[in-house]
C-alpha cells in the first residue's frame, strides 16, 4: 500500500523555524511531483509550494523567501524549510503526491492523488 507519511511538525514561536518532510513508502518505483498544502482552522485547503521531479518549483506568495521546497527523488521524500515563521502559518501542513509508481508483484502499478495525513504546525508566543 502506497502511503506519504509527514514528519517534522510542532510548536516554534514567532520568527523560528522548522523543517517538514514527507516519504513516500510501499515499494515505490518513483513519484511525480509533490507538495506541501495547509489548511487553517476554518479555512480552505491552500497550496503552499510544489516541485515537480525535474525540480521546477511553485511557491504561493505568502511564503515566498520564506520556505524552500526541496526533494531526494533517490529516496522519492520531499522537504518543506519554513523559516521566519509568523501565526498566520499556523495550520495543518499536508503533504501530497499527483502520481507515484510502486510494484506490484512483478508489474509497476500507479496510484495517482495521494495525501498524507498531516502534521500540525502551530507558531505562537
Known amino acids: 500500500q502506497v502511503q506519504l507519511v509527514e514528519s517534522g511538525g510542532g510548536l516554534v514561536q514567532p520568527g523560528g523555524s522548522l523543517r517538514l518532510s514527507c516519504a513516500a513508502s510501499?515499494?515505490?518505483?518513483?513519484?511525480?511531483?509533490m507538495g506541501w498544502y495547509r489548511q487553517a482552522p476554518g479555512k480552505q485547503r491552500e497550496l503552499v509550494a510544489t516541485?515537480?521531479?525535474?525540480?521546477?518549483?511553485n511557491y504561493a506568495d505568502s511564503v515566498k523567501g520564506r520556505f524552500t521546497i526541496s526533494r531526494d527523488n533517490a529516496k522519492n521524500t520531499v522537504y518543506l524549510q519554513m523559516n521566519s515563521l509568523q501565526p498566520e502559518d499556523t495550520a495543518v501542513y499536508y503533504c501530497?503526491?499527483?502520481?507515484?509508481?510502486?510494484?506490484?508483484?512483478?508489474?509497476?502499478?500507479?496510484?495517482?492523488?495521494?495525501w498524507g495525513q498531516g502534521t500540525q504546525v502551530t507558531v505562537s508566543s
Open positions: 516541485i515537480t521531479r525535474g525540480r521546477d518549483i
Open positions: 510501499g515499494n515505490i518505483f518513483s513519484s511525480d511531483a
Open positions: 501530497h503526491a499527483d502520481r507515484i509508481l510502486y510494484y506490484s508483484g512483478d508489474y509497476l502499478d500507479e496510484t495517482y492523488d495521494t
